[in-house]
């Protein structure tokens, strides 16, 4: 099959989350089984800043062929030649509506530029819902895309890419299309919907979030037009990209290691440990890279941060998110220096090192999509400790870390103890380390599954 993919993050070149991992692995693995995939992305300054070789082959489209799969660049300066994705510390590009909507146009035109009749686009999140919603109502009329058939995969329903009306006329669209059956949802633009309701299927990257976003507590105001889909409405598990995310091969941690030589990993702890500025002991060192967002469950731990830093452990953090995390982090970090190192950036190699260095990986979130941080983790031999909820429920167990299941900050303390108390258990420690470590999270599988969904859409089969 010919399959394009859209994404407006894609790892190596641009990442802000778990979006970019995904768009950067599904490709080469959907290769691997045999297909051809090609991927489009903006031109952001983020990839130029990176080094990478783009290959222009229009005034407005460059490629770069370094990865395994084409990846195609749409370039424009003003929309796109900025240090942010989505927005800066400030908050959102005021002009995001522009911006996604003319690379959304520009992706689905470049596909008749280089005459790749794909059989399926598969676009990811609201950036580039608009690919469906243009495809489904302005281009059909064109020969070359009839027939395309469309998934739109959402990664989290919690961001849906929400505008004012006033800006609908921009989008080049017939107004009847701003409707509660299509884009609008209480008086706004709403463009993850118009994804749901225009493309053929529609997944989720875990089976558990798929049937939560169905219910009032997860579907944030989806619910009933998920629920109208539901025959076409389907979860499909994250995988992990182990040439990346490998400890045996990871060109970032201090020393490499694997299940042959796990004391290797205590070598990358004492560095951690050094690196941060917190002495050299033998207790707990708990890790955590995330957005600082009420959802990665910063809510509950900022409830019990105080607690939490009086137990025998030690913490590093490597977050950015939402101002009032940074605040009450960087004054817990400045009265507990010997027990919370914090980093308020987004450092990749450091966050390798944070998963190779630490003993337990939290990752308290009140909803989670899939969540990569605990499959990276495991693959670490660091044990996730995890609220029970979407892929993460999915993906861990007792035999492999500890899941509370009340969001309570008292529910979380008591797992955290119960964890400081297990890592006593060197034994028992160890076979946690190693049910995660043998744990397979690889994309094989998952890109199976898709490949299986988007033949049913192709091939009715
Ligand atoms: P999200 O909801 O943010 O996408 P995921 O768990 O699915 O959460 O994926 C997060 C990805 O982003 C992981 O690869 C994680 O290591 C990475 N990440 C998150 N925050 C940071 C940070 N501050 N620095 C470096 N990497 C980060």
Known sequence: MKIAVCSSEVVPFAKTGGLADVSGALPLALKKLGHEVIIIMPK???VLDAGF?????????????????????????QFFNRPGLYGEKTGDYPDNLDRFSHYSRRALELLKEIDFKADIIHCHDWQSALVIIYLKNLYNKDPFYAGIKTLFTIHNIGYQGLFSKEEFPKLGLDW???NMEALEFYDKINLLKGGIVFSDAINTVSVKYSKEIQTKEFGFGLEGVLHKRKDTLF??????DYSIW???????????????????KYKNKEALQKLCGLPKKNVPL??????????KGLDIFALAIEQF??????????????????VILEDIAKRYPKVVSLHLKFDDPLAHKIYAGCDIFLMPSHYEPCGLGQMISMSYGTIP????????????????????????????????????????????????????????????????KYVKLYKKLVFKA
């Open 309 to 326: 830093c009086k137990l025998e452990l030690q913490l590093v953090i490597l977050g950015t998110g939402d101002l009032k995390y940074h």
């Open 235 to 240: 979860g499909i598990i994250n995988g992990l």
């Open 385 to 448: 400790l995890v609220y029970k909820t979407g892929g993460l429920a999915d993906t861990v167990n007792e035999k492999n870390g500890f899941v509370f299941s009340k969001y309570t900050k008292d529910d979380f303390l008591k797992t955290v103890k119960k964890a400081i108390s297990t890592y006593k258990n060197k034994k028992a420690w160890q076979k946690l380390m190693i049910s995660g470590m043998q744990t397979n999270f690889s994309w094989e599988e998952s890109a199976q």
């Open 44 to 46: 952001y300054k983020q």
């Open 286 to 295: 708990f890790g955590m890279v995330s957005r600082l967002a009420a959802q």
């Open 176 to 178: 009847g299309l701003f």
């Open 53 to 77: 070789r783009l290959r222009k082959i229009s005034p407005d489209v460059l490629v770069n062929d370094e990865i395994g799969v084409p990846v195609y660049f749409i370039e424009h300066e």
């Open 246 to 264: 490998n400890p045996a091969t990871d060109k970032y941690i201090f020393k490499r290691y694997s299940l042959k030589k796990l004391s290797d």
